[in-house]
């Protein structure tokens, strides 16, 4: 079955391209800057073990010219892995917010698009982009079978004492306000892996996903038992732009004293908060510079984005009563080894003690770089949202078709 995966960011789109059962990708890519004059569309085949890399710069205004792009390098002459957009039998598109509709996979239809549009205020950043992303690959793509997988799906496991606010019970029951979690996909994948490697199908794992967005999760028996992202993808760690955790009371002084309308406060704290607010950049790669130049703003925003790691770390480690692994993953997660150093600080006494050699060993799979005598594991896993949106929609598909 060949199943294409969409990711759609606001700026962004990544995809790979599947033959399932196999786990290697046929095709990959990233279209970056998106919507910018001189986007960047980084495009890489795997032929008979053989990887080959296109990268060219033009201007993609829209997902539309994105997608239309990957359309001419999938099915090009020379470097084509295909030769019609119809041999995809599937699209699997990565959708944040799925609310109270969806707590699974789902194939797309009218109604479906209908309820990831009204999640549009929940996921600002994420969910028009999706739908962009499904709108145009159903007119390139027309022969396939178009599916969602949802970030807040893993973590309908919740308990009601995990996702719960204390708010009146109406606001739940009637209104559907309360903790969905996100970057889902991505927890479970690494979570899974995480397992298999200790072996331990009852193991109590923190996953840290340290992206542009930041999500923490506890798992135990390969289930989301609590998250740091609440109603939408804001709360919690700090992120690329976005403030994470913030007392409720700082958006009521900002309207009543400062004047602000909820569409300034929303701008505020998804857009121009986080590592961006509090340096200027939002890539950690632009951080890591300005703190090699001495920049004590990025110092300071580096050592606040470790210490709310850690306080998660804490709350988890109670959470499960335990830990037997700590995973990092995603961008910075998996790349930055002054972050997972500075979050693995002084956590002897939870049994998380890090190898600083190991730590620093820079590699595309799965490693541990714990101390050889710690009883809590440190992995650090690559995420691939990617596969694991192929598989669901495989799976998804193969029951239906049963
Ligand atoms: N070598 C690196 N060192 C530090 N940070 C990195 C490195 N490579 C990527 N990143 C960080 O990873 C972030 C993007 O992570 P990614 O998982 O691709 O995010 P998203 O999927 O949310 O776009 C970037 O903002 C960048 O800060
Ligand atoms: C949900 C979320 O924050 O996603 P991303 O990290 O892709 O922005
Ligand atoms: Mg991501």
């Keep these: ?32 800057r998106l919507g910018l004059e001189n986007s960047i569309i980084t495009h890489k085949t795997y032929i008979d073990g053989k990887e080959r890399v296109v990268r060219r710069t033009l201007d993609m205004l829209d997902h539309e010219a994105g997608l239309q792009q990957v359309k001419f390098l999938l099915t090009d002459l020379k470097i084509g892995v295909i030769e019609n957009p119809e041999e995809i039998q599937v699209v699997g598109h990565r959708v944040v917010h799925g609310g109270e509709s969806f707590s699974a996979t789902a194939i797309i239809t009218k109604a479906v698009k209908d309820d990831i549009k009204k999640l549009f205020p929940l996921a600002p950043l994420h969910n028009p982009a999706n739908l962009l992303g499904i709108e145009v690959a159903e007119k390139i793509f027309t022969n396939a079978t178009q599916v969602a997988v949802f970030d807040t799906a893993f973590h309908q496991t919740m308990p009601e004492k995990a996702f719960r606010y204390a708010l009146p019970d109406s606001f739940y029951s009637d209104l559907g306000i309360r903790v969905y979690g996100f970057h889902g996909t991505s927890h479970k994948y690494v979570a899974e892996q995480a397992t298999q490697y200790l072996g331990k199908p009852n193991s109590k794992i923190i996953t840290v996903h340290l992206g542009n967005g930041c999500s923490m999760a506890a798992v135990q028996n390969g289930k989301s038992v609590d998250t740091s992202m609440g109603f939408g993808p804001l709360s919690g760690l700090i992120m690329g732009t976005r403030s994470g955790d913030i007392d409720p009371s700082v958006v009521f002084h900002l309207i009543n004293q400062l004047g602000y309308d909820p569409e300034q406060v929303n701008m505020l704290l998804n857009r121009r908060s986080g590592m961006l607010g509090l340096t200027g950049h939002s890539d950690m790669r632009d951080i890591t510079k300005a703190i090699a130049a001495g920049d004590q703003q990025a110092q300071l925003a580096y050592q606040l984005y470790a210490y709310r790691i850690k306080k998660y770390i804490g709350a988890y480690a109670a959470v499960l009563n335990g830990l037997d692994a700590l995973v990092f993953t995603a961008g910075v997660g998996e790349n930055d080894a002054l972050v997972r150093e500075l979050v693995c600080q002084d956590m002897t006494y939870l049994g998380i003690q890090l190898d600083l050699e190991k730590n620093q060993t820079a590699a595309n799979n799965l490693r541990e770089i714990n101390h050889a005598q710690a009883p809590v594991k440190i992995l650090v896993i690559p995420t691939n949202e990617e596969l694991e949106i192929a598989q669901q929609c495989n799976a998804l598909l193969t029951s239906t078709t049963a």
Excluded: A, D, H, R
């Excluded at 990711?7 to 786990?23: E, T």
């Design 1 to 32: 079955m060949n199943i294409f995966v969409v990711n759609s960011g606001s700026s962004s789109i990544k995809y790979q391209l599947f033959k399932l059962p196999s786990p290697n990708p046929i095709c990959s890519g990233l279209i970056e």
